[in-house]
């Protein structure tokens, strides 16, 4: 499956995606909710979650990469590994 096979998919056959072949590499808190990126087949996903319902909100699907901007790095790199740049 490629990223854009995946952003194709309905949102429910997405969130089975997820659980079922995607592995977690990081979490952390955003404007109160719970985002965990996964990596699958290549690629990586976004999964925000409302913390007190505990449903997937949003899922963005996204290529790659570490943001260039060293002072984000340094500030952000401790509460979590991937920032993104390039989305599907």
């Known amino acids: 499956m490629t990223i854009q096979d ?3 998919t309905n ?3 997405q969130v089975s ?3 079922n072949e995607a592995t977690l590499i990081d ?9 965990m990126v996964y990596s699958l087949n290549g690629f990586f996903i976004e999964a925000t979650i409302n913390p007190i ?5 949003e899922i963005i699907p996204f290529k790659r990469g570490f943001l260039s901007n060293k002072k ?6 401790r509460t979590h590994i991937l920032s993104y740049v390039l989305v599907a």
């Not at 979490?27 to 985002?35: Q, R």
């Open 6 to 8: 995946f952003a194709r």
């Open 11 to 13: 949102f429910f056959d």
């Open 17 to 19: 995606l997820i659980k």
């Open 27 to 35: 979490t952390y808190l955003e404007a109160g909710n719970i985002v």
């Open 53 to 57: 319902t505990e449903d997937i909100i």
């Open 72 to 77: 984000y790095l340094h500030d952000h790199l």
